[in-house]
């Protein structure tokens, strides 16, 4: 019993680490743009599911059914005074119960998932590759700040990879009962997004390349149970799939042709977007490792043995950098199989050199911490210039860091007139408790206007009467929104 708790020390402390991370001040630290909508998308989808108005739990083309399911299932439990309400976020205070409550809720349900990869990682790889594996997705800043949003990306993400790596194991042990588990997640993963279709190449790569007697009949056995428990959590299928189905795949079709962001990486420069992205946003010694790990693979053949894991790495590579919409927290795709990589280099290496890694991993991570704790979205590698470099170059995004901060500050002002967001205004508005002062435009009765660091570079956004910065919010190494405060002419 003691050397099974000695054994499991590292898991449990890197465990305990991940929510050390992700729950303090939960709720507390942004509101992501998106995070609103799926709230009132969770809030319509619990009373169809309540009424038996079956055909509105579609709320959305991504189709976000599993987050939906968790965000009901906070709400009908914690949250019973708004379950009948039209408009049950019109009070900021409700709205951020309710967003902090249901973050909590989402990172523990991340937990089981991530638990449950180190348990496959562990009999795939070994000890200690799981446990560096587990470092590396427990202190990435990135990762982190993506985590602690109730969005639809860390989910459809950790539960795609545990699809992977729940196949991989499938073809190594052969057992029904983990070809059925894969087909559950991957069933979840597609519910809550429909990216992981981009996966299945590979997955049919992975039955034809194994020893499993019948492939053909494994591979379809995975596919009709992934089918089978997708229309079963998902109601709005039960009333006209082929109809539902259709807007799906329109959605996709939208995002890879139409939803046009990121234009200064158009043509063939779309294929530096996500590997400029990925410098400015992981910690050094991840960058360097990462980079020392790749490069392992092509130097000493190592190709056969990480085949699956790099098809991985490139059909999502592939997709997204040819896609016209480009979004940061797409990169999450590319870096729990990347980690994984990584891990297995490390795993190689002496084991004082091991220990070397870890130590300066946990330092650079409470230095991180201390910088930009608890809006880890806000972290760009200050060491490249940071968020007005990363500006420059168009990967730096703001999807809400700050803005509750300056919601915040503006409700403690009395006798307000006006105020003026023109980006990202979900992410103050449902934070912000005057709300019939926000405003579309300036005029005379502008007091304040809000916006980020990377709009402010704009001078035709601020006009001469309100060039006054009174606040400023930011990490500990640079401001990101600024509060400008307006004087009468």
Request: charged letters at 15%; glycine letters at 4%.
């Amino acid at each position: 019993m003691k050397n099974k708790f000695y054994s499991l020390l590292p898991f449990l402390t890197l465990l305990t680490l991940f929510l050390l991370l992700r729950l303090p001040k939960l709720g507390l630290d942004m509101t992501h743009s998106d995070s609103p909508r799926w709230h009132i998308r969770s809030h319509n989808f619990l009373q169809a599911v309540r009424t038996g108005d079956f055909a509105k739990t579609y709320q959305h083309n991504q189709p976000g059914i599993t987050l939906m399911w968790l965000g009901s299932i906070h709400e009908f439990h914690f949250h019973k005074d708004i379950i009948n309400l039209s408009e049950p976020f019109s009070n900021y205070q409700t709205y951020l119960k309710v967003d902090s409550g249901s973050k909590v809720f989402l990172v523990f349900v991340l937990l089981v998932v991530f638990v449950s990869q180190l348990v496959i990682i562990t009999r795939l790889y070994g000890r200690t590759a799981s446990i560096l594996y587990a470092l590396l997705a427990s202190t990435e800043p990135f990762l982190i700040g993506v985590d602690r949003i109730f969005h639809v990306t860390s989910l459809e993400n950790y539960l795609l990879f545990l699809t992977f790596l729940l196949l991989s194991f499938f073809t190594k042990e052969k057992k029904l009962s983990v070809l059925l588990f894969a087909s559950l997640t991957f069933a979840l993963s597609l519910l809550t997004k429909s990216s992981g279709l981009v996966l299945l190449p590979l997955f049919a790569f992975m039955f034809f390349r194994s020893d499993v007697k019948s492939k053909l009949k494994a591979g379809l056995t995975f596919l009709a149970v992934t089918f089978i428990l997708y229309y079963v959590f998902f109601p709005a299928l039960w009333t006209n799939p082929a109809q539902y189905l259709t807007k799906i795949f329109s959605g996709i079709e939208n995002a890879v042709y139409k939803d046009t962001r990121s234009m200064l990486y158009n043509n063939f420069l779309s294929l530096l977007y996500y590997p400029v992205l990925f410098a400015f946003k992981s910690s050094p010694q991840v960058l360097i490792v990462s980079c020392l790990a790749l490069y392992q693979i092509w130097q000493k053949k190592l190709l056969k043995e990480r085949l699956n894991l790099l098809i991985y790495i490139l059909l999502f590579y592939v997709s997204f950098s040819l896609s016209v919409k480009k979004i940061d927290r797409y990169l999450i795709s590319l870096l729990l199989p990347l980690y994984l990589v990584v891990a297995l280099y490390l795993e190689k290496i002496p084991f004082k050199a091991q220990r070397v890694y870890v130590l300066l991993t946990l330092l650079i991570s409470l230095i991180i911490s201390y910088l930009y704790f608890p809006v880890f979205s806000s972290y760009y590698a200050p060491y490249f210039g940071g968020i007005k470099m990363a500006t420059k170059l168009n990967v730096y995004s703001n999807s809400g860091q700050y803005y509750q901060h300056a919601a915040t500050y503006l409700n403690n002002k009395e006798n307000l007139n006006g105020v003026l967001v023109p980006f990202n205004k979900e992410s103050f508005h449902y934070t912000f408790k005057s709300k019939d002062k926000l405003q579309d435009r300036v005029d005379k009765n502008t007091d304040y206007i809000v916006t980020s660091a990377n709009k402010v570079a704009d001078g035709s956004l601020i006009p001469d009467r309100c060039k006054t910065i009174e606040q400023s919010f930011g990490s500990r190494v640079e401001k990101e929104i600024f509060v400008f405060k307006c004087v009468s002419n």
